[in-house]
C-alpha cells in the first residue's frame, strides 16, 4: 500500500477531543453535504484557538479568542465560538447551541489556580495585620 493511500479519502474523521490540565482540543462537524469539522483549543499558555477542516482536509488559520465566521459553499453555515460571562467556551452553529462548556477541566484548574492565589493572598494579609498588632508597628 503506497504512504499515501489516504489521499484518496476526500473525508477523514474527526479528531478526538482530550481535556488534560493546561490544554484541551474538542472537535465537532457541521454539514449534510457539504462536512466541516470546527476545532477549538484552549491552552493556559496560548488561550482560545478555532479552525476548520474541510471534507478535502484544507485547514483555515487558527482564529484567537472568540471569533465568529461563515463556512461553506453550497451549504453556508455561520459559526460563533464565545466564552459567555461565567467563563464557559460555547459554540453556536447557525444560532443554535451545539457545544457547551467545552472544557470543563481546564475552567475548573483555572478556578483552582485563582481560588489559591486568593488564599494565600488572604493568609499573607492577615499575617501582616497580626504581626504589626503583636508588634504594635
Known amino acids: 500500500m503506497p504512504d499515501n493511500a489516504n489521499a484518496d479519502n476526500s473525508y477523514s474523521p474527526p479528531l478526538t477531543g482530550g481535556d ?13 453535504d457539504e462536512i466541516h469539522t470546527i476545532c ?3 491552552s493556559l499558555w496560548r488561550g482560545l484557538r478555532t479552525h ?3 471534507a478535502a482536509g484544507n485547514s483555515t ?15 453556508q453555515h455561520q459559526v460563533e465560538v464565545y466564552v459567555d460571562t461565567t467563563g464557559r467556551v460555547n459554540a453556536l452553529v447557525d444560532g ?7 472544557f ?8 483552582a489556580l485563582i481560588a489559591i492565589l486568593l488564599l494565600v493572598v488572604l493568609a499573607v494579609t492577615i499575617g501582616l495585620i497580626l504581626a504589626s498588632k503583636l508588634f504594635n508597628v
Open 20 to 32: 488534560r490540565y493546561g490544554m484541551a482540543r474538542r472537535t465537532f462537524q457541521i454539514g449534510r
Open 40 to 42: 477549538v483549543e484552549t
Open 52 to 54: 476548520t477542516i474541510d
Open 61 to 75: 488559520p487558527a482564529q484567537r479568542g472568540p471569533c465568529r465566521f461563515q463556512l461553506g459553499k453550497r451549504e
Open 96 to 102: 443554535e447551541l451545539v457545544e457547551h462548556n467545552m
Open 104 to 111: 470543563p477541566r481546564v475552567r475548573a484548574g483555572i478556578i
